[in-house]
C-alpha cells in the first residue's frame, strides 16, 4: 500500500488527502490523435515517441483539436499543466532527482518509472477528458506494451494513479469553473470596447481568479499601467499598427503578412511542439523531458493567468477601436473609421499581448533548461499549409511571435513588449522556486 501522500509548498501542505486506485480499463487500439487544426508544429515530430511525457503531450494536443474540448482556448494551458506535473510528480517519486512539485509518493523500491509517467497521463487525461477515454486508452496500452510485466510494472503504474488523482484533487476547485462575469464597456478614450466583426462580451473574464500553479497570486508580477494616449510611445505604437496591421496594408512586407497568419494558432500549443522538437533533438531521459514539460507548462499556465489579471485591471482598447475611434485621445492621431485588421481582433483587452507573454515565458524556459539560446529548428503551422519557417534561437521565435500581432492588427507594441516583460518575469519565478535540482538537465 501508499503512504499518504506529502504535499508541496504552498497551500498544498494543508490539505490532506485520501486515495483511492483507480482501475484501468484498455480498450482495443485506435489511430492515434491528429494535431490539431490551428496549430504550430516545430518539426521534425516523432510519430509515435516511446518517451510517455511526448506521447501524452502529443495525445493531448490531438485532444484539443476534437470538436467540444475547447481547443483554441487557455483551458488548455490549465490541462496541460495539469498532465506535466503530474507526470513529473509521479516520476521524481521514483528518481528523487528534483524536488517535488506538489505530490511526494513514497514508492515502492524499483517502481518502473515509464510506467509511472504512463499511469500518471493516462488517470489525468481521462480525468479532464472522459469523452476521450478511448484515443487515451489506446495510448495508454501502447506505451505500457514497452515495460515488461511484473511488479515493478504494477507498482509503477500504482504510483502513476495516486499521484495524478491527488493532482487533480488539488486542482478541482482553483477557480476555472469559475462563471464568467459580465464585462462593463467603458465609454472614454482607452477604454476596452466590445470588437466587430461580432461585438460580443470579452472572454475568461474569470481567469484572473484562477489559483496559479506557482505564482503566489495573479497580479504579482503586473506590468505597469499602459502608456498615456498622449505620450510619444503610444503614438509611434498608434500609428505602426494602424500601418502595418491593415488588411489593406501597402506597407507591410509578404513576410510581415505571411508571420501574421502563421503565428495566429493557440500560441501555447506551438510552444509545446516546439520544446517537443528541442527534446528529441537533445535525446533527453524520461525524468529530464518530465522536468522540461512541467516547467513549461506550469510556467504557461501562470503566464496565461498573468496576463489576463493585467488585461481585465487595466481593460485597455484594441487596435480596431482605437483607430476607428472619432476621438483617438490624441489630437496629433489620425482616426480612420473604416480601419479594419488583418485577423479578427481578440475577444478580450489588448494590454498585455497574449503572443508575447506566452513567447517569452516560453524561450525563457527553453534557453535555461538547454542551457543556452542557440537552437536551430524549423516550424509549420496549419494556417499556413506547406509553409516552413526557420529560427537560429528560442528568442528569435518568440520575437516573430510577438512581433506576428502588430502584423495582424492585434496589438500596439507597447502591448508586446509589457508582455514580453510579464512572460520573462513569470517565467523567471518558476525557475527559480519549482523542481528545482542540483544536477544539469
Known amino acids: 500500500m501508499f503512504a499518504t501522500p506529502m504535499l508541496g509548498r504552498r497551500a498544498f501542505r494543508a490539505l490532506s488527502l485520501a486515495l483511492v486506485a483507480i482501475g484501468i480499463a484498455v480498450a482495443a487500439s485506435v489511430a492515434r490523435a491528429d494535431t490539431p487544426a490551428g496549430s504550430v ?9 516511446a518517451d510517455p511525457v511526448i506521447a501524452w503531450n502529443q495525445t493531448l494536443v490531438g485532444i484539443l483539436g476534437t470538436p467540444g474540448t475547447q481547443p483554441a482556448t487557455i483551458h488548455a494551458t490549465r490541462s496541460l499543466a495539469i498532465l506535466h506535473a503530474a507526470i513529473y510528480d509521479a516520476v521524481d517519486s521514483i528518481e528523487h532527482t528534483s524536488a517535488p512539485y506538489a505530490i511526494s509518493i513514497k514508492a515502492p523500491r524499483k ?24 484515443t487515451i486508452s489506446s495510448e495508454f496500452n501502447s506505451l505500457l506494451s514497452a515495460v515488461p510485466n511484473g511488479y515493478h510494472k504494477y ?10 488523482s491527488a493532482l487533480l484533487a488539488l486542482r478541482a476547485d482553483d477557480g476555472s469553473s469559475l462563471p464568467q462575469p ?17 461585438f460580443a462580451q470579452p472572454v475568461f473574464t474569470q481567469w484572473p481568479l484562477v489559483r496559479p500553479f506557482a505564482l503566489k497570486h495573479a497580479n504579482q508580477f503586473r506590468p505597469a499601467p499602459p502608456p498615456a494616449l498622449t505620450s510619444k510611445a503610444y503614438e509611434a505604437a498608434f500609428n505602426e499598427v494602424k500601418s502595418l496591421g491593415s488588411a489593406t496594408s501597402t506597407t507591410r512586407t509578404a513576410d510581415e503578412t505571411q508571420i501574421a497568419q502563421f503565428w495566429n494558432p493557440p500560441i501555447w500549443l506551438a510552444w509545446n511542439n516546439i520544446a517537443e522538437t528541442a527534446a528529441l533533438a ?15 507548462n506550469i ?22 477601436t482605437a483607430i476607428r475611434a472619432a476621438d483617438t485621445g490624441n489630437p496629433a492621431l489620425v482616426g480612420d473609421p473604416n480601419w479594419t485588421p488583418l485577423a479578427n481582433t481578440a475577444q478580450d483587452p489588448s494590454y498585455p499581448g ?4 506566452v513567447s517569452a515565458a516560453a524561450a525563457t524556459v527553453l534557453a535555461s533548461f538547454f542551457g543556452g539560446d542557440k537552437f536551430n529548428f524549423s516550424a509549420q503551422s496549419s494556417a499556413l499549409p506547406g509553409v516552413s519557417r526557420s529560427f537560429t534561437s528560442f528568442s528569435a521565435a518568440a520575437n516573430e511571435a510577438s512581433l506576428s500581432r502588430i502584423y495582424a492588427g492585434q496589438h500596439f507594441r507597447t502591448d508586446e513588449d509589457a508582455g514580453t516583460k510579464l512572460g520573462n518575469d513569470v517565467a523567471g519565478y518558476v525557475l527559480a522556486n519549482e523542481l528545482l535540482t542540483n544536477r544539469a538537465p
Open 299 to 320: 510556467t504557461l499556465a501562470d503566464s496565461v493567468i498573468a496576463f489576463y489579471d493585467a488585461k481585465y485591471t487595466y481593460a485597455f482598447w484594441r487596435p480596431v
Open 282 to 296: 537533445h535525446h533527453d531521459t524520461l525524468m529530464q523531458n518530465a522536468r522540461l514539460f512541467a516547467l513549461l
Open 41 to 49: 508544429v516545430a518539426a521534425p515530430n516523432a510519430a509515435v515517441p
Open 182 to 198: 459580465t464585462f462593463t464597456p467603458g465609454t472614454q478614450p482607452g477604454d476596452y470596447q466590445l470588437t466587430p466583426p461580432a
Open 111 to 134: 517502481a518502473d518509472p515509464t510506467a509511472a509517467a504512463a499511469a500518471a497521463g493516462y488517470t489525468v487525461l481521462t480525468g479532464l477528458y472522459p469523452s476521450q477515454q478511448e
Open 354 to 357: 497574449a503572443h508575447a507573454t
Open 155 to 164: 507498482e509503477g503504474v500504482r504510483t502513476g494513479e495516486a499521484v495524478a
